[in-house]
């Protein structure tokens, strides 16, 4: 049930706003990071702790790695950290997480530096067993990903797309990880985040082989695992190269840190400099603990068991109410199979701040549904929104470029108009037939485009219900959001090729509420308080282990130049790394978690 008074929601998007501030060179703004680590919010720990516990009875229970005595030279400590890594690798081994990488291509722009040139985008499942091989969820990516994603740099970049480009860094080495292929020199100590580190440079030894790990590992210091690596591979063969890569873990599960960011980056605009090619790109991975994870059960009957006959004992439904629950088993099944296929998040802290600014247009344009709208978070970068049934669908991605709570509201509007105006879509999927078929298909065989009619009438209805909101008074906003969106279209097609709803442009011209694309002062990079969309990652962070998003807790950080603003931008991962329930209530820690460090850890002194 709706609340029936308008409610103010600055508080609960006090995130927004400071991350708005948020600066491109500070450690701090941690775009993506740990689930545990939002210490010094007490309050919202309650739902925090639930969400990384591991695995429910239905998914395979990871084994704990046994203690081992505490080392007490460097020499063990690193054979503790081989040792680790071998257990790690053989504990993924039969998961298949979702794997999404979005690149940047780069160009230089004089006042605002390295900006995006064009872009790509690549989505899939990779299996972490013997052969480390992903499966794409976009149609006819898996001949040409290479080449689409290469585009003119094929001949520089081949090696390591072969077999799995960017999600290559996530071992340092998945097969000879060893002191015979490896130098290992302790650097120092480190905190990362709330983790005490030990650091460790690694070069491979003479003879060991083309493609061996050379950069720099970080271990912490109570169970040592690695928990980051940073570097490339090398050498390289001929006419090839490899990418640096910056590989970050989180202390997802009991005793192991899973790989779960991976940013990448080349480029050189130094005068002079032979190469002008440059691009960013970040790379998520998520989904380790989906119910159907294993590829032998990716045919699974949905139960529709959510949907209960409200209609009182004695009478039949009429056929209206036939409708609406048919509707709803739609909408049920559709939710569920894509959570399933880890494109959703389970509900949760994003949802309920969504769900209040929905609640904001419903209840000042006295909107009273049959069934109360809400709202998902879908689990991927580029900008979309859909609806089905009454479940507004939008993406982390959109969620995270969104500079405030108006904005939010003007793209959920249009979403609560398709519902309003009774565009309801995807009923079809109310056949259970329907929902069989394996999740790199997904996109395949679910849609929730509408015709272009409805687009305009959901546009001008949008408007209307934003007009009699409290979001009247910051339309300017969005405004300039649409601005900035349109002046970075042209070259963001692949951030803006939308997968299951309708895209928010078309050819390189922004569409969705073109109307108030001309409200508000014109786009001034110059202005340094004007922030009219924000970088990606810097709202929603997604817990890789159960796929869970909540909001980002971000300091402000000043804003210094035009080049920090940095819309819609891939920027590197910063996750403030803690350890696993180290925010949990007790009941709900693990014991790996106690956080006294050993006295007898090597290099202390
Ligand atoms: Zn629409």
């Known amino acids: 049930m709706r609340t029936t008074n308008w409610m103010v929601t600055a ?3 006090v995130s927004l706003s400071a991350a708005a501030q948020q600066a491109a060179n500070s450690p701090s703004p941690a775009p993506a990071s740990a689930p545990d680590a939002s210490r010094g919010s007490q309050s919202s ?3 925090a702790a639930p969400a990384s516990q591991p695995a429910d009875a239905q998914s395979a229970p990871v084994a704990q790695p046994l203690p081992a005595p505490a080392p007490t030279t460097m020499e063990e400590v690193v054979n503790l950290f081989i040792q680790h890594e071998h257990d790690l690798i053989k504990m993924l081994a039969k998961r298949t997480p979702i794997v999404e990488t979005y690149l940047q291509n780069l160009t230089l722009d004089p006042q605002l530096g390295p900006v995006p040139s064009e872009d790509h985008y690549f989505l899939g499942r990779m299996d972490m067993g013997e052969t480390i091989d992903r499966k794409d969820y976009l149609k006819e990516q898996d001949k040409s990903m290479e080449q689409r994603l290469m585009g003119g740099f094929q001949k520089l970049y081949k090696v390591q797309y072969q077999p799995l480009g960017f999600s290559w860094m996530i071992y340092a080495d998945r097969t000879d990880f060893d002191r015979n292929h490896y130098d290992f020199r302790y650097v120092r100590r480190e905190f990362l985040g709330d983790v005490r580190c030990l650091v460790f440079d690694v070069t491979p030894k003479k003879d060991a082989g083309r493609g061996r790990f050379l950069g720099r590992l970080w271990v912490e210091d109570q169970s040592y695992n690695i928990v980051r690596l940073n570097g490339t591979y090398n050498p390289a063969p001929r006419n090839s190269y490899f990418f640096h890569m910056d590989s970050w873990r989180l202390n997802l599960i009991p005793g192991y840190w899973v790989p779960s960011f991976i940013y990448s980056e080349e480029g050189d605009f130094s005068a002079g400099a032979k190469n002008k090619m440059a691009f960013k790109a970040q790379t998520r991975i998520w989904g380790y603990d989906l119910k159907r994870g294993n590829k032998d059960d990716e045919l699974t009957q949905i139960r529709v068991d959510s949907v209960t006959d409200e209609t009182p004992a004695n009478q039949d439904a009429s056929p209206l109410q036939a409708e609406r629950v048919w509707q709803q088993q739609a909408e049920d099944n559709v939710v569920e199979r894509l959570v399933g296929g880890g ?16 609640n904001n247009l419903e209840v000042t344009n006295n909107i009273d549904l049959p069934r109360p709208v809400r709202t998902r978070v879908l689990l991927t970068s580029p900008l979309e929104t859909f609806s089905v049934g009454n479940t507004i669908v939008i993406s982390r991605g959109l969620v995270d470029v969104l500079p405030d709570e108006a904005s939010l509201a003007a793209v959920l509007a249009h979403e609560l108009a398709h519902i309003v105006l009774g565009h309801n879509l995807g009923s079809k999927y109310a056949f259970n037939d329907r929902m069989l078929f394996s999740d790199d298909t997904t996109y395949q065989n679910l849609g929730f485009r ?3 009619e409805e687009e305009e009438a959901a546009d001008k209805k949008a408007i209307e219900l934003l007009k009699n909101s409290p979001y009247v008074q910051k339309l300017d906003n969005v405004g300039l959001f649409l601005k900035a969106l349109q002046a970075r279209a042209p070259a963001l097609s692949a951030l803006l090729t939308t997968h299951l709803g309708n895209p928010l442009s078309s050819n390189g011209t922004v569409t969705r509420l073109a109307a ?7 786009l001034d990079n110059a202005k340094l308080d004007q922030i009219a969309a924000l970088p990606l990652g810097g709202r929603v962070k997604v817990n890789p282990w159960d796929d869970k998003a909540e909001m980002v807790k971000t300091a402000a950080v000043a804003i210094t130049s035009a080049r920090d603003k940095m819309p819609f931008e891939v920027t590197p991962f910063f996750p403030r790394l803690s350890r696993y329930g180290a925010n949990a209530a007790p009941a709900a820690a693990p014991t790996t978690a106690a956080a006294t460090p050993n006295p007898s850890t090597p290099g202390s002194n």
Do not use: F, K, W
């Open 45 to 47: 720990q309650q739902t």
């Open 343 to 358: 494109l959703l998040a389970p509900e949760g802290d994003v949802d309920r701040i969504l769900q209040t600014v929905v």
């Open 516 to 522: 108030l694309s001309t409200q508000g002062p014109a």
């Open 450 to 452: 509408h015709i272009p």
């Open 11 to 13: 508080a609960l998007l």
